[in-house]
């Protein structure tokens, strides 16, 4: 149920506001760039020390 509810509004989003959705997309590379170096190697701590 909330699948379908999830699909019906991002449908009625990108039809209803179109550009608005598009222009977004072109920055989601972009911010996906940090957000990824910042969960991939946040948990890397120290380069040789293995106990």
């Known amino acids: ?3 379908v509810i999830a ?9 209803q506001h ?3 959705v598009l222009g977004a997309l072109l920055w989601l ?3 996906a760039c940090p957000l990824m ?3 991939m190697h946040g948990r890397q701590r120290g380069g040789g020390d293995h106990g």
């Open 18 to 20: 179109q550009a608005h």
């Open 37 to 39: 170096h910042v969960f």
């Open 7 to 15: 699909a019906i509004a991002g449908a009625l989003l990108f039809t």
């Open 29 to 31: 590379p972009l911010l």
């Open 1 to 3: 149920m909330l699948a």
